[in-house]
């Protein structure tokens, strides 16, 4: 197994840079504060922006934790992995990782100072000092199933490699849990009226029984029990179910996991809520 690394103090934009590298050397397998990537998609570990403090986050991303550690060795064993890149925020750090997954000799160093430029770095630590900003090298999609806290825009990049063929990808920028901005808190009672007065929008129900939220790390789960007078009740709850998400989407930026409707009684005429 060929193994690289990218490493550079935190905040100068290595997440930033990682797919670049890793097209440009033909690696399809990234490790990143502790999760192993396979080109878009989160295939073991526990990310250490789910951390809820720092030092937790820095005991995931070095695999200190023996079960998490084997999750990661079981992961690279199975996938019979030829190229790696490992990335740290220090040589120490991709040494430490190397050594705990057994990953063997180091084939290529690479730091942050090499491929970006200092006005680069400089702009990526104020991303970081001033907003809590992190970058994630994953699609959105992606990201929202595993990550909690805060999502913004994601950026899409293009790389063209030495045959002038071009490939989109995509980041995604997070502000994790342990920020120490704060955390993103949206409150229960908050989600609940934005749902209310969605479902007070549909003629054909006639009334809102109950709303139960349940939370996870991955996002929430949404049960909705009604009253409708229409028999079209699949069509009806698909109809519910795209509108709350896309809605619940763009108001709270929370990982909805899904959403749930009960359609308790029939009624013959609508007494709205």
């Avoid at 994953?138 to 806290?149: A, D, I, M, N």
């Avoid at 045959?163 to 997070?174: A, F, W």
Wanted: with cysteine.
């Amino acid at each position: 197994m060929k193994v690289y690394t990218l490493f550079g103090p935190s905040g100068t934009g290595k997440s930033y840079r990682a797919l670049k590298v890793a097209y440009e050397n033909d690696i399809d397998y990234i490790i990143d504060d502790g999760i192993l990537i396979y080109k878009n998609k989160i295939i073991a570990g526990i990310s250490a922006k789910n951390a809820s403090t720092k030092m937790k986050a820095v005991k995931l991303a070095i695999f200190e934790d023996l079960e998490h550690r084997n999750s990661i060795k079981n992961a690279i064993k199975e996938k019979k992995i030829d190229k790696i890149l490992i990335i740290g925020t220090s040589k120490k750090m991709t040494n430490i990782i190397i050594k705990r997954l057994d990953l063997g000799n180091i084939y290529k160093e690479i730091s942050i100072y090499d491929i970006a430029t200092k006005e680069e770095i400089e702009e990526a630590k104020k991303n970081r000092l001033e907003k809590g900003i992190h970058i994630v090298p994953l699609p959105t999609f992606e990201v929202k199933r595993h990550f909690s806290g805060l999502l913004t825009n994601p950026i899409k990049l293009l790389f063209k490699n030495k045959d002038s063929e071009i490939k989109e990808v995509e980041k995604t920028l997070i502000r994790p849990t342990f920020s120490y901005m704060g955390k993103y808190f949206i409150s229960e009672k908050a989600i609940k009226q934005i749902i209310t007065y969605e479902i007070s929008k549909f003629d054909d129900i006639c009334e809102l029984i109950s709303v139960y939220i349940k939370h996870s790390k991955s996002g929430i789960e949404v049960d909705i029990e009604i009253e409708t007078k229409t028999f079209e009740i699949f069509r009806q709850c698909i109809k519910i179910q795209e509108t709350l998400l896309k809605i619940l989407d763009k108001m709270t930026l929370l990982n909805i996991i899904r959403i749930n409707i009960h359609v308790i009684r029939f009624c013959e005429k609508i007494n709205k809520f």
